[in-house]
């Protein structure tokens, strides 16, 4: 039992990194239907702020959280400006590979400044409770509960917020919408902003629970959690952060029962299984083709 | 035994009736027309002829055959071509291939043989060229065969398009508003041209139009939808003073 | 400059009436293949040369397959590394643990051409997903798909799991490359410039207006994607046997994804495209290799230059001459020639 109750702590913990960063795809989908296919690498960029803000300028958990999410997110704007806005109304392919290109761009420019992989610094107090026989971390109680913090004032935002509002109306109607006075190139950078910062929020935990980071960290992760945005129904906020929980437990779970190297192989084959038999995820809706 | 024959046909997308029980029957070398105001459901009959939806409820029989749960591609091959009501033509591809991918379902050759350019496909691609070729001047466009269609005028779009519809060998066409975007008279020659089709062809048409005038001019007979039921059917004459029809498209208000 | 132009014209004409002849597509497979035994047997060319122009034609069956599935039917695979690996298994695991060493020459087109099939059986699979879902999502399958291919194998031991699998010898020569390269260029062109190609080229501009004009889209999807992973296991089989060592990181996304700069540097739906993109970016690798990693942070820099100016890539849409067949570069002309002769004989 207590055993149990130790992998589900541990699938909340992975499943929210999952979450945090399957809502950057999810956002950037919903408001340009558009894959961004760096943004697992940007989730690699925020570990790497995170540990240069930690080690050169040795500032404490919360500074370092602010200024890596804050780096992270210009990050994504820019990346935005530069290589996503020309291909607006270009084929929905050429936008694809350009995530792509800008992902690998980011990987290869990291690995080209910093050959080997990095150490970062305990920056939280490593403390441990047990309650019965499970134990729990100070670290995963950060994670967690900022993680689900970040997503409720996510959902806030985009469900209360006069801006939240223009971003689903934009990816409601995108030919009507800017016609109606909204700015649609601002709230485009706006939603790059949160979605990306997001994303260098979770690389900066995911940095602190497992501290080796090397600039390929952010593809596999990066996949899951587009896995996990997918499964919950893309373009949906809540579809993102269910499907991120659900693949985390999977994964914790097949890593509980089975040897550890299959987990990658259960995730991604849950995806296909997924897809074809409801290929719009959880809580998405199937697109009827217009005639 | 009537052409085409479709009883109690219903649609309903997630709750909203898009057709509800529509029966019709239509005979070989008529021209019936299909009115309605915007949004009627004119269309949507059209893709549950053609297959792109499949029917909820009710039945479709297209020279004795079952049409739904059949796939467009086979009820295109029984004998249904079809035009859009906004032009989808293969933009990128010639005017020729335009047309020739309309014979698709007419070559005989086996993906083998497509693949080494051996036996039956040196002969039956030569079959498929002439025949779109053919086609094509007798719609004055094998000119423009070599040009990519998104380049051809507007008019010459519109025409490629019921070309390559009737290159599938159709008994049956359906045109879906070949009006749009036309002026009086281009209305004007539309009908002659449609009338010149019906006679070169040999094909039974139905047509979609909310424009009266065009289908006043030449149908035989007409069938009245709104919100997705028939309101009315019967001859021009009887439609035009049908007050259920003169209710569907002015308002009940100004009816009175 | 008028006169520059004349003289272009005129040797371009020249180029069209060489290509037109009955003897230059023979002459060109005989020299190809006389030069290429030449090269490899007498060393004729560096070593090193020649390993380049392997993994060029390498290169080229690869991009050229998967322009069928992205350039000409205009859907998005991710997942083509792993049909890749499916042949690049199968063939090495014939050679070194089936096949008799004694015949391993002899047997090494039939490992070779297994590896094909065998990806093909499974690119037969991946069809039927695409049969409904499209665009993202299907490109969202294929991604999946070359996903469980790479742990798949890595969890089988008895193919050395992630470790990886040697043994194989040298067998991928130049006129081996060379044959398969030039039989994956003529199958995709035939299909191509055939009703069925006709039928993959109305899926990219319209799937429903496809359908509804009686093409038979299931159909054609399976063919594309037979075909295409078909090549793919045989690139794979070749690279195998060229490098003698497999693993299965090498068939990861990031493999595919430099398939992809290839397919879209040379062009989408374009033979002479995908050939032009693949020779380009294999020898500009090979020509920037003293940059280090550096190379590998311009690359994709190019891809988002290109994508930005020139998403179509180098020949997008557009084919050379040289891989039109006559009958439908001259469908036209043939036609109009053929109608005046009836229209005159009468009179």
């Known amino acids: ?291 | 035994m009537p052409l085409l024959e479709i009883r109690n046909l219903t649609h309903r997308f997630e709750g909203l009736c898009a057709v509800s029980d529509f029966n019709f029957t239509l005979a070989s070398n008529e021209l019936v027309g299909i009115i309605g105001p915007n949004g009627a459901g004119k269309t949507t009959v059209f893709n549950l002829i053609t297959g792109v939806y499949r029917a909820t409820e009710g039945s479709i029989y297209f020279t004795g055959n079952e049409l739904v749960g059949r796939t467009p591609h086979q009820i295109t091959k029984l004998g249904i071509a079809r035009t859009f009501q906004n032009i989808r033509l293969f933009k990128e591809l010639t005017v020729l291939d335009n047309v020739r991918i309309a014979r698709y379902g007419q070559a005989i050759y086996s993906p083998m043989e497509a693949l080494l350019h051996i036996g039956r496909y040196n002969a039956e691609e030569k079959r498929i060229t002439d025949h779109a070729m053919e086609l094509l001047s007798i719609f004055k466009l094998d000119d423009a065969a070599n040009e990519r269609s998104k380049n051809l005028p507007y008019g010459l779009q519109r025409k490629l398009e019921i070309a390559r519809a009737l290159a599938t060998d159709p008994q049956l066409l359906l045109l879906d508003e070949p009006a749009a975007g036309m002026n009086p008279n281009e209305i004007k020659q539309l009908m002659e041209f449609i009338g010149w089709i019906r006679k070169t062809f040999q094909v039974t048409i139905i047509l979609i139009e909310h424009q009266m005038r065009l289908v006043m001019g030449i149908c035989e007979r007409l069938m009245v939808l709104d919100f997705g039921a028939t309101i009315a059917e019967g001859l021009p004459a009887q439609i035009q003073n049908n007050v259920k029809v003169m209710e569907a498209y002015l308002g009940k208000e100004l009816v009175k | 400059m008028p006169k520059l132009k004349a003289v272009y014209q005129t040797l371009l004409n020249k180029w069209y009436a060489v290509i037109a002849h009955r003897f230059f597509w023979p002459f060109f497979l005989i020299a190809g293949l006389l030069f290429s035994i030449a090269a490899s047997s007498f060393d004729l060319i560096d070593l090193y040369v020649q390993l380049i122009l392997i993994y060029v034609g390498i290169n080229i069956i690869l991009t050229i397959s998967l322009n069928l599935i992205n350039g000409y039917m205009g859907e998005f695979s991710i997942g083509h590394a792993g049909f890749m690996a499916i042949g690049a298994y199968i063939a090495s695991l014939l050679t070194v643990n089936i096949f008799p060493p004694s015949a391993i020459n002899f047997l090494f087109p039939v490992a070779v051409l297994a590896g094909g099939l065998g990806a093909a059986l499974i690119g037969l699979l991946v069809a039927v997903p695409s049969f409904k879902t499209r665009g993202d999502y299907l490109a969202i399958v294929t991604l999946a798909f070359g996903m469980i291919v790479k742990s798949g194998i890595e969890n089988i031991e008895a193919i050395g799991g992630p470790r990886g699998f040697l043994g194989m010898e040298k067998l991928t020569t130049l006129p081996w490359v060379f044959f398969w390269t030039v039989l994956s260029v003529w199958v995709i062109r035939n299909l191509v410039y055939s009703n069925f190609g006709r039928g993959v080229l109305s899926i990219r501009e319209d799937e429903i207006a496809s359908d509804l004009m009686s093409v038979n889209t299931r159909q054609v999807k399976v063919i594309v994607f037979v075909v295409s992973s078909f090549f793919a296991g045989i690139a794979g089989g070749l690279f195998a046997h060229a490098l003698q060592y497999i693993n299965p990181r090498m068939f990861d996304i990031l493999k595919s994804t430099d398939i992809l700069i290839m397919v879209y540097l040379g062009g989408i739906a374009s033979i002479a495209g995908s050939i032009i993109g693949a020779v380009i970016y294999t020898i500009l690798l090979e020509v920037l290799r003293p940059l280090g990693i550096w190379r590998m942070v311009f690359m994709p820099l190019m891809l988002v230059l290109l994508m930005i100016y020139r998403p179509r890539g180098i020949m997008g849409l557009r084919e050379a001459r040289l891989f039109v067949p006559l009958r439908d570069l001259l469908a036209v002309k043939f036609w109009k020639q053929k109608k005046k002769e009836a229209d005159d004989a009468p009179a």
């Open chain 1, 1 to 291: 039992m207590a055993y149990i109750f130790q992998q589900i702590l541990n699938a909340l913990q992975l499943g929210s990194i999952y979450a945090l960063i399957a809502l950057g795809y999810t956002m950037v989908y919903g408001i340009l239907t558009m894959i961004n296919f760096a943004h697992g690498d940007l989730f690699m960029v925020g570990a790497f702020f995170c540990f240069l803000i930690a080690v050169y300028l040795k500032l404490s958990f919360v500074p370092t959280l602010l200024l890596s999410v804050l780096g992270v997110a210009c990050l994504g704007v820019v990346i935005e400006r530069l290589a996503y806005k020309p291909l607006r109304n270009a084929p929905r392919v050429s936008a694809i590979i350009t995530a792509l290109g800008v992902g690998l761009f980011l990987e290869n420019f990291t690995l080209a400044l910093s050959p080997y992989p990095k150490h970062i610094p305990a920056l939280i107090a490593d403390k441990t409770w047990l309650i019965g026989s499970v134990s729990i971390s100070s670290l995963q109680i950060i994670i967690i509960a900022l993680s689900l913090s970040l997503m409720l004032v996510l959902d806030f935002i985009v469900q209360r917020t006069k801006a939240g509002m223009a971003m689903r109306a934009i990816s409601w109607d995108k030919t009507v919408v800017p016609l109606m006075g909204v700015p649609v190139n601002k709230i485009i950078s706006l939603t790059f902003a949160i979605g990306t910062g997001l994303g260098g929020a979770a690389g900066m935990m995911y940095g602190l629970a497992y501290p080796v980071i090397d600039p390929y960290m952010g593809i596999m992760v990066g996949w899951k959690a587009f896995i996990s945005a997918v499964v919950g129904g893309i373009g949906n906020i809540r579809g993102a952060m269910i499907g991120g929980f659900i693949l985390g437990s999977v994964e914790i779970m097949v890593a509980a029962f089975l040897p550890s190297t299959y987990r990658d192989f259960v995730a991604f084959t849950l995806l296909l299984i997924l897809l074809i038999f409801r290929p719009y995820g959880i809580l998405g809706k199937p697109n009827p083709q217009k005639v």
